[in-house]
């Protein structure tokens, strides 16, 4: 990621916290009542907050196939 504030996630953000901001940005950017300025850096804190999410649930898919998988695998002794 980017060394501008704008784009970085805190580590230890909630994922529903990320997703609230992220519709925030989404309804503030809808609402056309943003000036450029800021449209670009709500798009861009949008972006970042996206690929976060993105990031985040595919973590957790991981872990839950792990999980799943050990599971099944354990069945079949």
Known sequence: MSDDPVDQIPDDMAFEDAMAELEDCVDRLESGEAGLDE????????????????ARLDAISAQIE????????????
């Open 66 to 77: 792990e999980l799943t998988g050990a599971e099944d695998g354990a069945d079949d002794h």
């Open 39 to 54: 449209a670009v850096r709500l798009f861009r804190r949008g972006a970042a907050l996206q690929a976060w999410c993105e």
